[in-house]
């Protein structure tokens, strides 16, 4: 029998090793999986990639981990924020690289690595310092850049309704990189709401098949398991 | 000098968006295009955190922190509206689905070049999220923006000095003095504010503007 399910978020990330790609799900606070990013933390792992729209809110989730120092590296669309201090102060330490990624080139690349691709020419960017250096061709009268795949170790993803086969759907807005990133990371592994029987999910309205998901949590944890 | 109040331009955006359009409005001044959309046309919001189908903030006390726009501000939908992931999000942009985005801008080019994300100092940790592929993901796309900086200088430019956000891809400029068209052959004044006048734009502007 397949069942993805565990029981603590310690178990879910208990393979999250020091050194690691991990993306992160969320816009903003909308869709990050903070229980799982606090587990995360107390694993004790450290110099991190990681790959997500922005570098922390506040003090809790992304902006914990970076506070916590186990970052050494962020991928990401938009790290300024009112709230991004701790990303702020560690970058002008130089303490923590920035790789700054187009938001839609962030998702089309993460969507190139799910889906085996080697690369992809995308015009968002060309003529900009963030294509400088990087190979560039005309298509149909159209200038693209050069972009490779992302891949992750691991996806911390955070959905409304999961099975154990670990089909997912989503809140609303929450849903925003997650799909993506299930299907970029090796081990994807993704904090549920409410965890449903098997066959309780609608097949046409499955936002991501169970196929690109290892392991899942229910979050909070009924019962007060942590 | 007299000019256009922030409204007052979104208001006169409001009125070039047709009938069944499909609408990005940018972070910051285009969102105010929201509450000037004529009232008799059905036009869709598309929001790039993944929603379609955008309607107005929520009352206060009902927000729902998983319903936000890009700026990150709690929002409603509307009957109809959908949800879609990141990759699905940026391909209504980037395969030329939405028809119109509406940005804010540090200058814009006579030839439609634009910069918005980064204003090139040195201490400034960059931050770009979608603006480049907003900046040449619609069909068209325009610019809301005062035309002239505190200091009275035009952010309408011959050249951006300021780092790009996307090459000849802004249509057009609406500011508080008023409305240019741009492209290959430069600027053309589509509508001056009352009391202005070409001559008087090219004055401000220093640009060799071709009239209405």
Redesign the interface.
């Known amino acids: 029998m397949i069942d993805k399910t565990v029981a603590t978020t310690a178990a879910a990330v208990a393979e999250i090793h020091d050194g690691a790609s991990v993306m992160i799900g969320g816009?903003?606070?909308?869709?990050m999986p903070a229980e799982l990013i606090d587990a995360l933390i107390a694993h004790g792992v450290g110099d991190l990639t990681i790959i997500t729209n922005n570098a922390g809110n506040g003090e809790s989730g992304v902006a914990a981990l970076i506070r916590e120092g186990r970052v050494r590296k962020v991928i990401c669309?938009?790290?300024?924020?009112v709230d991004s201090h701790h990303?702020?102060a560690r970058?002008?330490a130089g303490e923590i690289e920035?790789e700054?990624?187009?938001?839609?080139?962030?998702?089309?690349r993460?969507?190139a690595a799910g889906a085996g691709l080697g690369a992809i020419f995308?015009?968002?960017?060309?003529?900009?310092?963030?294509a400088k250096g990087k190979e560039v061709r005309e298509i149909g009268g159209r200038?693209y850049v050069l972009e490779y795949p992302l891949y992750a170790d691991f996806a911390l993803i955070k959905a409304l309704h999961g099975d154990r086969w670990g089909n997912l759907v989503?809140?609303?807005?929450?849903?925003?990189?997650?799909?993506?990133m299930a299907t970029a990371a090796r081990f994807t592994i993704a904090q549920v709401s409410v965890i449903v029987p098997l066959g309780a999910l609608d097949p046409e309205a499955v936002?991501t098949p169970g196929i690109f998901v290892k392991r899942l949590i229910q979050t909070p944890v009924q019962g007060g398991l942590a | 000098m007299k000019r256009l109040t922030q409204d007052e331009i979104a208001a006169r955006i409001g009125r070039d968006i047709p009938e069944g359009a499909y609408v990005n409005l940018g972070i910051g001044m285009p969102t105010k295009v929201a509450n000037f959309l004529p009232p008799d046309r059905e036009i869709i919001l598309h929001s790039e955190n993944g929603v379609l189908g955008m309607g107005p903030s929520p009352a206060a006390g009902d927000e729902d922190w998983e319903l936000i726009n890009a700026g990150k501000q709690a929002v409603t939908i509307l009957k109809g509206a959908s949800f879609c992931h990141q990759a699905d999000s940026f391909a209504m942009m980037r395969g030329g689905h939405l028809d119109v985005c509406v940005l804010g801008a540090f200058q814009v080019s006579v030839h439609g070049d634009l910069a918005n994300w980064h204003t090139g100092a040195p201490d400034a940790i960059p931050a770009v999220g979608g603006a480049m592929d907003l900046a040449i993901g619609a069909r068209q796309v325009f610019v809301m923006m005062e035309l002239l900086t505190k200091n009275g200088t035009s952010k309408l430019v011959e050249t951006c000095s300021y780092p790009l956000t996307g090459l000849a891809c802004v249509s057009r400029v609406y500011t508080d003095l008023g409305t240019f068209d741009l492209g290959p052959d430069g600027a053309r004044l589509r509508e001056a504010v009352a009391g202005e006048t070409l001559d008087s734009l090219r004055m401000l502007t220093g640009l060799p503007l071709s009239g209405a």
């Open positions: 816009f903003g606070t909308a869709g669309s938009f790290p300024r924020q990303f702020d970058y002008r920035l700054l990624v187009p938001q839609g080139n962030l998702a089309a993460m969507q995308t015009p968002t960017g060309y003529g900009t310092i963030l200038n989503y809140n609303k807005t929450a849903r925003n990189f997650s799909p993506v936002i």
